[in-house]
Each structure stands twice: as structure tokens, then as C-alpha cells.
């Protein structure tokens, strides 16, 4: 069964979280400018590289 998917534009991301999910730290709550937030669940071992990664891009900041 595939997996649904969904793109966010760059400059609508407000705030990233690190989340737990099911008990284990494998999640990152992504919280965009209109009000909208998204949890994104990884595999273990991934969530940090990503949030890393994410972080590193600069996404805009928006004092809500």
C-alpha cells in the first residue's frame, strides 16, 4: 500500500518540534503560517538527521 504524501512550501514553515510518538523519539511536529501543523514520523535513528537538516535551511521565522 503506498504512503500519502504531501509537499509544504519552505517559507510557510513557522516552527519544527521534536515529538515522541508511540512513546519513542522518532517524530518532528511541523507548524506552518496558517495555522496548520503536521506530524512527521521516521524511522528510528532518522528523526534527528532530519530535524538537522531541516534547521540548517534557515526556514523563516514568524513571531505569531
Known sequence: MPHAWRMWKLESVHELLKR???LRP???EL???DGCNDLLVFHK???D???KN???MNL???SM
Open 20 to 22: 515522541r510518538y508511540q
Open 26 to 28: 522518532v517524530a518532528i
Open 31 to 33: 507548524f506552518s503560517m
Open 45 to 47: 535513528g532518522e528523526r
Open 49 to 51: 538527521e532530519v530535524f
Open 54 to 56: 531541516l534547521l540548517a
Open 60 to 62: 523563516p521565522r514568524n
